[in-house]
């Protein structure tokens, strides 16, 4: 069998050639390029083939999030494991909709890293221990319920789910960038998420936005 033609991106170049080293006397891997931003990655995947992405959610460019989907539009057959030190639930099920075969938290040991490899592909979807107990606890808001939210939260919540900046979201209200900024804060404190894309999954899952 051909060895994994793998990528690593990672914003820390030590993470990157620490994986390296630890990867390179496995039988079925051939690291090939270790990358510190996605489009670099994006930009090598359009000329050389990459079998595996071994990835990074912080990065200075794009979230691994939203790169999960733009690496599945470059090649639908790469398979991508996610290596991070995220333990928040909503980013871990995110990043598995967004078409990630698996994930694993920084302090994984080789032999779950070598078994997620495996079963990614074998096309199962593969999570260390460590995330496994994260994901099979029920999350805080899910057990809660939706957070009570003023008439003005839940209607800068729903132009937020638009898309629309602080900016555009005061000039239509007719009220400054700094209150809709101050309101998004209280929102994100309310659902108890770290930014506005985890607040829009937790509305979502919560069905306080469409």
């Known amino acids: ?22 990867l390179s ?17 994006l930009s090598y995947m359009k000329a050389h083939r990459t079998d595996l992405v071994l990835l990074d959610i912080t990065l ?12 599945k539009e470059v090649s639908e057959n790469t398979l991508i494991l996610i290596l991070s030190n995220h333990t928040e639930r909503s980013i871990i099920l995110q990043t598995i909709q967004n078409g990630a075969s698996g994930y694993l938290l920084k302090n994984s040991s080789l032999p779950e890293l070598r078994k997620c490899i495996e ?6 979807i593969c999570y260390s221990r460590e995330v496994i107990e994260i994901i099979s606890r029920p999350s805080k808001n899910v057990t809660e319920g ?17 898309g629309k900046t602080s900016q555009i979201i005061g000039e239509e209200l007719f ?3 700094l209150t809709i900024d101050t309101h998004r804060r209280n929102l994100i404190q ?16 919560l069905g306080v936005v469409g």
């Open 60 to 71: 200075p460019d794009i979230n691994g999030m939203d790169l999960c989907l733009m690496i």
């Open 1 to 22: 069998m051909d060895k994994l033609r793998t990528v690593i991106v990672d914003d820390h170049p030590i993470v990157i050639e620490g994986l390296r080293n630890l």
């Open 190 to 205: 309310k659902f108890a998420v770290k930014n506005v894309a985890e607040l829009m999954m937790a509305a979502s899952r």
């Open 25 to 41: 006397h496995e039988e079925n891997i051939d690291i090939v390029e270790g990358f510190c931003k996605g489009r670099e990655l």
């Open 146 to 162: 939706p957070p009570k939210l003023t008439r003005r939260e839940k209607q800068i919540l729903a132009m937020l789910a638009e």
């Open 175 to 177: 009220l400054s960038p």
């Open 119 to 124: 079963e990614a592909v074998k096309g199962n």
